[in-house]
């Protein structure tokens, strides 16, 4: 928006005086210029004829002039070829009027022949018994239906506008269906799996070949993919094809937008969100990240990949930072390409060893956090170890597979009597041009027929259809990923980044709050004036630090100092936050969940991260108390 700054400063009203721009008339022409052009004028005169004769105005002769500066015979040839196709364009013109008109009159014609005859009286059978039905005889005029082919009417027929569904489940039903399905009651519970790690670690390839495994991707469409991608010279990426779908991503070889997919295990419906690991797409990756309750870390075994992907500035350190902040509590850590090493298990062991510290010193209790060695372009140890591949890992692993140690997440709890909250992550238009959002249902349930408010915005839409896995649902309860097909609302009014909630309980919007911060990695301190981007869900926000309030302990949350001049990495602080621009921003996508967000400083040339989330015990509005 800054680019067109200087241009909305401008004053019109000073800038154009009298004088100040010239409407290209004849009297900015010079006495030699206007005497060329009048010349001109009437030879083509002469040769053309007149404006009755040619259809030629004065004014069309003399822009033509003026276009190829005053040349006589280029403007005639110009203006002769427009002359013969307007000729013709009349001629084609009439010829159709006098088809149509000449059509019309045997259809009269005919109409009133047929209705001169006296009907035909319907003979009856004499001999073998007919089979079928007689056919009617018409009680329309047949010129009625000729001329109303003939689309002559001047009134227009309007569609008529398909009335918005009305709910047909009564809600305190739908919440005692939730409740079943989240009590176990229901045949799988479904959780969101993110798949993070550093850019070529394997993710998408691992999850097309697990897809595969599971029977989710049919030996047709591996072939293809196999077909194609060798075609391109990317062999080795035809797995990651299945998740990989546009062009861009299949020519350049690296996942740049959130891919979804999903699978079942024997007691867990898994929705995957494959998400970039280029430290380019990292907004794609935090929106993937903010809809997932578990998350599965690929790392790459290889010597010296691995140790890329987690020293300084790699995005194994960055995306385990990043998930965390954003509540996930539950990681799997898939090691991949092992028979790139042998399948050597002090290199195993040394991952394991590496990665553990840090799991802990980033908030993951050890009790949830599971690894496991995988193979993902032989499918070693992704649903089985069968076969000679696995032969070296069967000599010193013996632990559970990579489905079963996903068939073991538990999903968090879901808060079904909050009021809705539905963060748009993505708009499109379906084939039957339905306005349809697709997002993670974070609290509440929504149904068919459901009006809903658009925030930021007065706008409100009604929920035509809910759809998951081109599967149309009745509803859709929190944690869910689906797709809502809405009506009654203009496009132009959501955008991602919106929410969706009830008219009768708005999200508030804030310009401005007080949050509890921790500090990850930052290159140059924290001061109050630091300008930041504030992430969230799909949303990104620019905002600056109006404030530091205070350093905390970051275990007890005791202040240790007032009103500190900057703020330092592993360490706690109280900030006064104010939106830029004066952006109003949901604050609460759910009020018992806590709302946890990403700030990313800006100028230094390297992103720092810093997460916070909302305290419950808010009082005010348009101010907010926020903690870890």
Not at 75 to 96: D, F, P
Not at 206 to 216: A, D, H, P, Q, T
Not at 546 to 573: F, I
Request: net charge neutral.
């Amino acid at each position: 928006m800054s680019r067109h700054r200087d241009v909305r400063n401008i004053n019109v009203a000073d800038e154009l005086d009298d004088g100040a721009v010239s409407d290209g008339g004849e009297e900015d022409l010079s006495p030699q210029e206007y005497e060329q052009l009048m010349s001109g004028l009437d030879h083509i005169r002469a040769t053309v004829g007149s404006q009755e004769q040619s259809g030629l105005s004065d004014k069309e002769i003399k822009d033509t002039l003026y276009h190829y500066f005053f040349n006589v015979e280029q403007s005639i040839n110009y203006l002769l070829e427009a002359q013969t196709r307007k000729i013709a364009a009349r001629e084609r013109k009439a010829a159709k009027e006098r088809e149509k008109a000449e059509k019309l009159a045997q259809q009269k014609k005919a109409a009133e022949a047929s209705a001169k005859l006296p009907p035909a009286k319907p003979k009856k059978a004499t001999g073998a018994k007919l089979s079928g039905a007689s056919t009617p005889v018409r009680s329309t005029d047949i010129r009625q239906l000729d001329l109303a082919g003939l689309n002559l009417d001047d009134e227009t027929v309007l569609p008529i506008d398909e009335p918005p569904p009305k709910i047909t489940v009564a809600r305190e039903k739908v919440l005692e269906e939730a409740r079943k399905q989240l009590e176990g009651n229901a045949d799988k519970k479904t959780v969101s799996l993110v798949v993070i790690g550093h850019v070529d670690a394997g993710k998408s390839t691992l999850m097309g070949r697990l897809l595969y495994e599971l029977g989710r991707v049919d030996d047709k469409t591996r072939k293809a993919h196999e077909r194609a991608s060798s075609k391109i010279g990317k062999s080795s990426f035809s797995w990651a094809w299945e998740l990989d779908g546009t062009t861009e991503e299949r020519e350049r070889g690296i996942t740049m937008d959130i891919a979804l997919q999903s699978f079942a295990t024997p007691r867990r419906q898994i929705t995957i969100l494959d998400a970039p690991g280029h430290r380019d797409f990292i907004p794609n990756m935090i929106s993937g990240a903010s809809q997932a309750d578990c998350a599965l870390l690929v790392v790459d075994a290889a010597v010296g990949e691995f140790e890329a992907g987690f020293e300084r500035g790699g995005q194994t350190r960055e995306h385990l930072l990043l998930v965390r902040s954003l509540g996930v509590s539950q990681v799997v850590i898939a090691i991949n390409k092992l028979d790139q090493v042998q399948w050597s298990q002090a290199r195993y062991k040394e991952i394991c060893k590496l990665l553990r510290p840090f799991l802990i010193q980033s908030g993951f209790h050890p009790s949830k956090t599971k690894f496991v060695p995988v193979g993902a372009m032989a499918g070693v140890n992704l649903v089985a170890r069968d076969g000679d591949e696995a032969q070296a890992l069967n000599a010193w692993y013996s632990g559970p597979t990579l489905c079963d140690l996903l068939d073991e997440l538990e999903p968090p709890t879901r808060d079904l009597d909050a009021p809705l909250r539905f963060p748009v992550a993505n708009v499109f238009r379906t084939p039957s041009s339905v306005i349809a959002v697709s997002g993670r249902v974070c609290g509440g349930l929504v149904q068919v027929g459901e009006r809903l408010r658009i925030v930021p915005g007065d706008e409100t839409a009604v929920v035509k259809a809910i759809e998951s896995e081109e599967e149309r649902l009745e509803w859709a309860a929190a944690g869910s990923n689906v797709t809502l097909h809405l009506t009654a609302v203009d496009p132009r009014h959501i955008t991602i980044g919106s929410v969706l909630c009830p008219p009768t309980d708005v999200v508030p919007l804030v310009t401005s709050f007080t949050a509890r911060i921790i500090v990850f990695d930052i290159q140059v301190p924290i001061t109050a004036g630091t300008s930041v981007e504030l992430f969230h869900h799909s949303r990104d926000v620019p905002a600056s630090i109006s404030k530091l309030l205070a350093t905390l302990d970051r275990a007890s949350g005791t202040v240790l100092r007032k009103n500190p001049r900057s703020g330092e990495k592993h360490v706690g602080r109280g900030a006064n936050y104010t939106s830029q621009h004066n952006r109003f921003w949901p604050y609460s996508p759910s009020t018992t969940d806590p709302l946890r967000a990403i700030l990313c400083q800006q100028g230094n040339g390297e992103d720092s991260h810093s997460s916070w989330r909302r305290d419950n015990r808010s009082r005010y509005r348009n101010r907010i108390e926020l903690s870890l």
